[in-house]
């Protein structure tokens, strides 16, 4: 049972939060500073999560026991590295529910994906005139490849509003349309308002009119059941480090029939099939999409992840962070002269928010000497701070093996700052 009840122990999935902590090194240190000694209370998930010692334990055993290039060698630990890359793709194909392994690229993140699509997708299939339909809440990664091509192609950009909840306004999506709208690209998670978008019914409105789904799945996937299958989106991005793996390994999901159709983006080593001096033909997927030795050992540790995220289930994770993130909203919102950016019914454990007269650098940086770490910045989301009218935020965010008792001591340091900067 799930509860965050101050007088009850909080449990995700048949195990307490505390147990589930202590398989996380890191949620153990001391932070020391200004004179100061606290122990670490994590809140900056949605820009990295931690990560659990059976990723850094994989990760450690691939080095010292099997590390060798893969699908090149012969003798044994060559065989082994790629035994493991290729059964964390199929444990990653499973975690996300896609058909096939080979609709599971690797690349470095979902910055990596969707530049993968613009370059690949976008320049073959795209021309002059053709439009695509974003939102106006989309992090840069999901905005700044999408201008670029635009700029290349003479294609226009289109944006669905969000309201003043920070939810988008979906019933404008009749009227926003165009027929030369090839490609929805839409953020499923929002990094800043911790808005849920209700991108199956976007994925829906765009195939009845013929045009292809891109999913931004940076802050989704890490939170609850995605299933690419039941969502039919074409393409989902996302990250491993936001997810316990590690950073420079990510994931682009494409159904194979558009995999298949689309071009090479990087050109070098395995994404061949043969090569002359004047041309070459292509492997089959996904190595079409992944030139160059990979980033092998992060695979492995991202394979751990998705076992450990399994394990404990993703509806369970959902649901716990659900009840932490509804523990936290009010508290939040009751401290003096803070304003939280989102309220949207579908939200996930995302907090942006300003004190009044406190910038939000000062206040990360007193938070930190109380041993928290939130955000604070323009969250790669500059079109967003605009619609607020702000500069920066700060921003908490939430993972499953947060504690209501951070909250709490998050809350308390705030409204220590707002007395501490008067
Ligand atoms: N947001 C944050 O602190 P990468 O950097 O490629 O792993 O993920 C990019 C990205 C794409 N989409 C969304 C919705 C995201 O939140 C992010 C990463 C981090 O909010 C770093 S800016």
Same mark, same amino acid.
């Given at each position: ?40 209370? =994590? ?6 999560? #931690? ?11 691939? +080095?010292? *026991? ?5 699908? *090149? ?22 975690? @996300? ?8 690229? +690797? ?39 999408? #201008? ?54 976007? @994925? ?27 969502? !039919? ?15 420079? &390994?990510? &994931?682009? +999901? ?23 001096? !004047? ?28 076992? +450990? ?8 994770? *959902? ?36 004190? !009044? ?8 940086? =007193?938070? !930190? ?31 499953? =093996? ?21």
């Amino acid at each position: 049972m799930v509860t965050t009840k101050a007088d009850a122990v909080p449990r995700v999935g048949g195990r307490t939060v505390e147990e589930i902590r202590s398989d996380f090194p890191a949620l153990a240190r001391i932070i020391e500073r200004d004179g100061k000694s606290n122990v670490v209370a =994590y809140l900056d998930n949605a820009a990295t999560s #931690q990560k659990p010692r059976s990723v850094l334990d994989a990760m450690a055993a691939y +080095y010292e *026991r099997s590390n060798a290039n893969v699908h *090149r060698a012969l003798y044994t630990m060559g065989e082994e590295s790629t035994a493991l890359y290729e059964e964390s793709r199929r444990a990653v194909q499973r975690f @996300v529910n896609a058909a096939r392994p080979t609709e599971i690229i +690797y690349t470095s993140g979902t910055t990596a994906g969707i530049n993968l699509v613009a370059h690949s997708w976008g320049r073959a299939f795209l021309s002059e005139g053709d439009e695509i339909l974003l939102t106006e809440m989309e992090h840069h990664s999901n905005l700044v490849p999408w #201008q670029l091509l635009a700029k290349e192609k003479g294609c226009r950009l289109r944006f669905i509003p969000f309201g003043e909840s920070g939810e988008l306004e979906l019933d404008r999506l009749e009227t926003l349309w165009s027929d030369r709208i090839k490609l929805v690209s839409i953020v499923h998670g929002s990094n800043v308002l911790g808005t849920v978008n209700d991108v199956k019914r976007i @994925v829906d409105f765009a195939h009845e009119r013929g045009a292809v789904a891109l999913v931004d799945g940076a802050q989704s996937v890490p939170h609850e059941p995605v299933d690419v299958q039941a969502l !039919d989106c074409d393409f989902l991005a996302f990250s491993g480090h936001k997810m316990l793996g590690p950073t420079g &390994i990510g &994931i682009l +999901y494409g159904k194979e029939r558009l995999l298949e159709s689309m071009p090479p983006f990087l050109a070098g080593g395995e994404m061949i099939e043969a090569v002359w001096l !004047d041309h070459a033909t292509w492997n089959s997927l996904p190595y079409k999409f992944e030139a160059g030795t990979p980033p092998i050992a992060e695979t492995v540790g991202l394979g751990a992840a998705v076992d +450990y995220l399994g394990k404990l289930g993703m509806a369970a994770i *959902r649901d716990y962070e659900r009840e932490l993130s509804a523990y936290a909203l009010p508290r939040l919102k009751a401290v003096p002269g803070l304003k939280v950016y989102g309220e949207a019914k579908r939200r996930g454990g995302v907090f942006s928010f300003n004190v !009044d007269g406190v910038h939000p650098h000062d206040l990360a940086q =007193y938070l !930190d000497g109380e041993g928290i770490c939130v955000r604070s910045g323009h969250h790669c989301a500059h079109p967003i701070m605009r619609k607020l009218d702000v500069a920066a935020t700060a921003r908490a965010s939430l993972y499953f =093996y947060n504690l209501p008792a951070e909250i709490d001591r998050l809350v308390g340091a705030l409204e220590r700052a707002k007395e501490f900067f008067g």
